[in-house]
């Protein structure tokens, strides 16, 4: 998105038509009907998404198309280095939570097969 927004220019009908193929922005094009603030607001409900990533997805919304392209560039450098970041820390969740759920896992097996035998 940045680099179509910084050598293109586009204006924001154009921008989510070049870039479809992503869910999210087919369903900002799908919304046709709305403006594409609007259009964004509505595909961002329709995701499900802890709310920081909502918080992060709709201040996007809100700021494209009022800057220059340098500063809409700057803004979605900064959302995806937060963006970045959230997923590192789910990755470190995931990574501890699975360690203790595969154990739960193997412990209740092995409580079932004692109560059974």
Known sequence: MAVQIRYRALPLGELFGALCGGEFLDAVTESAALNKREAWS??????????????ILMSIGSSLGNSDAAGQAAMLELNKELLSAR????ADAAARKGAMY??????????????IV
């Open 42 to 55: 509505a595909a961002a409900d329709k995701f499900p998404a802890l709310k920081e990533e909502r918080e």
């Open 87 to 90: 997923l590192a820390e789910a």
């Open 102 to 115: 595969r154990s739960v896992g193997v412990l209740s097996g092995l409580g079932l097969a004692i109560i």
